[in-house]
């Protein structure tokens, strides 16, 4: 596994969360779970990123078992169609805002914020779903168990750090939201999954 695979999944998981149907919510529930106060905020934050540090472990070891049995270039022609399906279901707006406070009801805490992180990457709120799909893939693909569940941190680890940062600059959360709003956003996401579909149906010719 080379690191440019390790950056990319890192990447991918920062995308996932700065996608607009669900960093704008953000500030939002992380003051839901613990007030506006920063200390607070970013205490909320780590409990989260390391809610999901567990979920993307547990699921990388999952992706590390059965990338063992699983046939490699049938794969590629089932991920491909999986992928297809969610650009065209994003291109219909079928894919709606994640609803955050909906999941753990009206608990609040450190314990609710873990709970929270550890299930966020399997419940996948469709918005964080399409990117999360790409790193699956891609760890289905590489040799090795801990390959994978490198690629399932990396990814779980962009995920999260940006619940720690806008806890401690939730001041500058609004900025950042008309950022993430915009179409080229959206553009951006769908060009990655455009460019992740062309190479799983070549990978799947050539293999």
């Known amino acids: 596994m080379e690191v440019f695979q390790?950056?990319?999944?890192?990447?991918?998981?920062?995308?996932?969360?700065?996608?607009?149907?669900?960093?704008?919510?953000?500030?939002?529930?992380?003051?839901?779970?613990?007030?506006?106060?920063?200390?607070?905020?970013?205490k909320g934050?780590?409990?989260?990123?390391?809610?999901?540090?567990?979920?993307?472990?547990?699921?990388?070891?999952?992706m590390g078992l059965l990338g063992?049995?699983?046939?490699?270039?049938?794969?590629?022609?089932?991920?491909?169609?999986?992928?297809?399906?969610?650009?065209?279901?994003?291109?219909?707006?079928?894919?709606r805002q994640a609803g955050f406070a909906s999941i753990l009801g009206n608990r609040k805490g450190a314990a609710t914020a873990f709970l929270f992180g550890a299930l966020i990457i399997f419940i996948a709120s469709p918005c964080i779903l399409p990117l999360l799909s790409i790193v699956a893939i891609i760890?289905?693909?590489v040799e090795g168990v801990l390959s994978r569940v490198a690629l399932l941190i990396a990814y779980s680890a962009g995920l999260g750090i940006p619940f720690i940062?806008?806890?401690?600059?939730?001041?500058m959360s609004g900025r950042l939201r008309r950022l993430v709003a915009t179409e080229a956003a959206g553009r951006i996401e769908?060009?990655?999954?455009?460019l992740t579909l062309a190479w799983l149906i070549s990978a799947f010719a050539l293999s």
């Open 6 to 42: 390790l950056v990319f999944a890192f990447s991918l998981g920062l995308a996932s969360v700065l996608t607009p149907c669900v960093f704008p919510i953000i500030p939002g529930y992380l003051a839901y779970l613990f007030g506006r106060e920063r200390f607070e905020m970013v």
């Open 45 to 62: 934050g780590v409990a989260i990123f390391a809610g999901i540090l567990s979920g993307g472990l547990a699921l990388g070891v999952v």
């Open 68 to 95: 063992e049995v699983t046939s490699t270039r049938w794969f590629y022609l089932a991920a491909a169609v999986m992928l297809l399906a969610i650009m065209v279901l994003k291109r219909a707006n079928r894919i």
């Open 139 to 141: 760890a289905l693909t």
């Open 165 to 171: 940062l806008i806890g401690a600059f939730s001041n």
């Open 190 to 194: 769908l060009l990655i999954m455009a």
